[in-house]
């Protein structure tokens, strides 16, 4: 069984940046592809990012694509998420998912395991 808990979020200006973590617990994390998908009210959860398991590969929603990057430390069993240039569209609850191959993932229902999320409010 492996649990994530996400951590970092919060209420920022259009602008400014915020640092996700996702805090992985299961000695599969590092042969694990890990991934950030968002929801805002109202919306359907949509992909963020994704990162293989060795942090070689990282794929990104058009979106997010150059503000936003994805990193892993597989030593500390941690996925993060750095946000920067952030707008008021990217409000949402952040989720950290795991999946149980090693290759990107984009698709949320090939994820096997998912975070509780934390709530990121960009004001403008």
């Known amino acids: 069984q492996v649990q994530l808990v996400e951590s970092g979020g919060g209420l920022v200006q259009a602008g400014g940046s915020l640092r996700l973590s996702c805090a992985a617990s299961?000695?599969?994390?590092?042969?694990?592809?890990m991934g950030w998908f968002r929801q805002a009210p109202g919306k359907e959860r949509e992909f963020v990012a994704a990162?293989?398991?060795?942090?070689?590969?990282?794929t990104y929603a058009d979106s997010v694509k150059g503000r936003f990057t994805i990193s892993r430390d597989n030593a500390k069993n941690t996925v993060f998420l750095q946000m920067n240039n952030l707008k008021p569209e990217d409000t949402a609850e952040y989720y950290c998912?795991?999946?149980?191959?090693?290759?990107?993932?984009?698709?949320?229902?090939?994820?096997?395991?998912w975070g509780r999320g934390t709530q990121v409010t960009v004001s403008s």
């Open positions: 998912a795991g999946g149980q191959f090693r290759g990107l993932i984009i698709h949320r229902n090939q994820y096997n395991y």
């Open positions: 299961g000695r599969t994390f590092s042969n694990s592809a």
């Open positions: 990162i293989n398991w060795s942090g070689g590969s990282t």
